[in-house]
């Protein structure tokens, strides 16, 4: 099921209208009518927004059916999801609908990838580990250039922001606590 199937699909499920899920996400009507028609790719900003409206969260969106539960995650069944506007693609590394109060992801970030052209904050801690390429990430008022093999850990309350300032694709583990998706 496409995305915006799955998301037609929940709303339904809850009785909402179009309208309802516009009032509720703060996003516009037609913006959730292309979403739903799969006429845009929304990011991960407005994914944020919408599951949230649905009272779910964004891997549920991308998840076909619900795993068994298991503590060990097959690489072919991991949990995909891409994000085209922002040139991320995401694979979940712990069991989809996890109970677990940390969020392990393999992404893979195009060249010119980025968190966005602003630093944000939120609430947690981060980790990453640079698998392959490299990746740039700013914390607070400092600038940090990772190549293979290289990681960093910091709270996500001071403002920071990521991209991919190399011409090929990097690989990176982020884990995230508490979950962001």
């Given at each position: 099921?496409?995305?915006?199937?799955?998301?037609?699909?929940?709303?339904?499920?809850?009785?909402?209208?179009?309208?309802?899920?516009?009032?509720?996400?703060?996003?516009?009507?037609?913006?959730?009518?292309?979403?739903?028609?799969?006429?845009?790719?929304?990011?991960?900003?407005?994914?944020?927004?919408?599951?949230?409206?649905?009272?779910?969260?964004?891997?549920?969106?991308?998840?076909?059916?619900?795993?068994?539960?298991?503590?060990?995650?097959?690489?072919?069944?991991?949990?995909?999801?891409?994000?085209?506007?922002?040139?991320?693609?995401y694979e979940l590394l712990r069991?989809?609908?996890?109970?677990?109060?940390?969020?392990?992801?393999?992404?893979?970030?195009?060249?010119?990838?980025?968190?966005?052209?602003?630093?944000?904050?939120?609430?947690?801690?981060?980790?990453?580990?640079?698998?392959?390429?490299?990746?740039?990430?700013?914390?607070?008022?400092?600038?940090?250039?990772?190549?293979?093999?290289?990681?960093?850990?910091?709270k996500s309350n001071i403002p920071?922001?990521?991209?991919?300032?190399?011409?090929?694709?990097?690989?990176?583990?982020?884990?995230?606590?508490?979950?962001?998706?």
């Amino acid at each position: 099921m496409k995305l915006g199937e799955k998301i037609r699909s929940m709303r339904l499920e809850k009785h909402m209208t179009l309208r309802d899920l516009s009032r509720k996400s703060g996003c516009s009507l037609g913006f959730l009518s292309q979403v739903e028609r799969d006429k845009v790719s929304p990011t991960i900003s407005s994914l944020r927004k919408i599951s949230d409206a649905l009272d779910t969260n964004i891997i549920s969106l991308f998840e076909e059916e619900k795993s068994i539960n298991s503590i060990v995650v097959r690489k072919a069944h991991r949990g995909k999801f891409e994000n085209k506007r922002s040139k991320v693609k995401y694979e979940l590394l712990r069991p989809q609908f996890s109970d677990t109060t940390i969020e392990a992801l393999y992404m893979y970030l195009e060249p010119g990838a980025k968190s966005g052209a602003e630093p944000h904050t939120h609430d947690g801690e981060e980790l990453v580990i640079v698998i392959k390429g490299r990746l740039k990430i700013e914390v607070g008022s400092k600038n940090y250039l990772l190549e293979v093999g290289d990681s960093a850990v910091y709270k996500s309350n001071i403002p920071h922001r990521w991209m991919n300032p190399w011409d090929k694709t990097t690989e990176v583990i982020w884990v995230n606590h508490p979950p962001t998706f």
